[in-house]
């Protein structure tokens, strides 16, 4: 049961390279997430999708792009990298029920020089 | 936006000896999850126990349980016979009844030998 899985777990980019963290989930989730994590700023949301087909914009999404390919996949895309984008980036996803919590994967390293 | 509040960034606990980590959080709402999350240094998000609003029994998973204390609107982490594996980050997290998570920003902890 691989749970939630996103590639790559470390990346390297040049300032104003491009890149997309691509996640899958296993578990007929039909909510996901992109978080970011920052030292002393704890996780915030960049985008999510309640369902397949929409997407909505969280508390950071400037400089990103997302898509919802499919029930199981959500891709989180930056078009012109900067160096404020260095971050531990997450994605996370969550069956509808009112008390389902959110199911993480490892993580994505970035950094952008 | 929702707020979510942790004001210990660091904690401390003798091995076998009990630690409270504290989380206030903000809202209007009378309908609300609360959840908190380890995060150990391997990076993965981790739940560790959750709360709904409309149950008055503080929730309790082994030896983690929560004190929820709705109208001051505080929901804090016991942990009893702190273990060597208990060192991690911790994350305490709100939703409501839409697809949104807050999160605080986090509180280390240390378990001393």
């Known amino acids: 049961n691989a749970g939630v899985t996103q590639t790559p777990k470390f990346q390297v980019l040049k300032t104003g390279q491009s890149m997309t963290l691509q996640c899958a989930q296993d578990?007929?989730?039909?909510?996901m997430y992109w978080y970011r994590q920052d030292p002393g700023m704890g996780l915030r949301l960049i985008y999510y999708?309640?369902?397949?087909?929409?997407?909505d914009k969280g508390e950071v999404p400037n400089g990103y792009n997302v898509s919802r390919l499919n029930k199981r996949e959500f891709s989180l895309r930056l078009e012109s990298a900067a160096p404020s984008q260095t971050s531990v980036y997450f994605c996370?996803?969550?069956?509808?029920?009112?008390?389902?919590?959110?199911?993480f994967g490892e993580g994505s390293r970035l950094t952008v020089l | 936006a929702q707020t979510v509040t942790q004001s210990q960034p660091e904690m401390s606990v003798q091995e076998a000896e009990t630690v409270t980590l504290s989380c206030t959080y903000d809202?209007?709402?009378?309908?609300?999850?609360l959840f908190w999350y380890k995060q150990p240094p391997s990076r993965q998000m981790i739940l560790v126990i959750r709360?709904?609003?409309?149950?008055?029994q503080n929730a309790t998973e082994n030896r983690f349980s929560v004190n929820f204390q709705k109208a001051a609107k505080s929901f804090s982490l016991k942990i009893s016979d702190s273990q060597l594996g208990d060192a991690a980050m911790y994350f305490c997290?709100?939703?409501?009844?839409?697809?949104?998570?807050?999160f605080g920003t986090g509180t280390s902890l240390t378990v001393i030998p």
């Open positions: 709360q709904e609003a409309y149950k008055q």
């Open positions: 996370a996803s969550r069956r509808r029920a009112n008390t389902g919590e959110l199911f």
């Open positions: 999708s309640a369902s397949e087909g929409t997407t």
């Open positions: 997290a709100y939703r409501e009844t839409g697809n949104q998570f807050y």
């Open positions: 809202t209007s709402e009378s309908d609300y999850y």
């Open positions: 578990m007929n989730h039909n909510s």
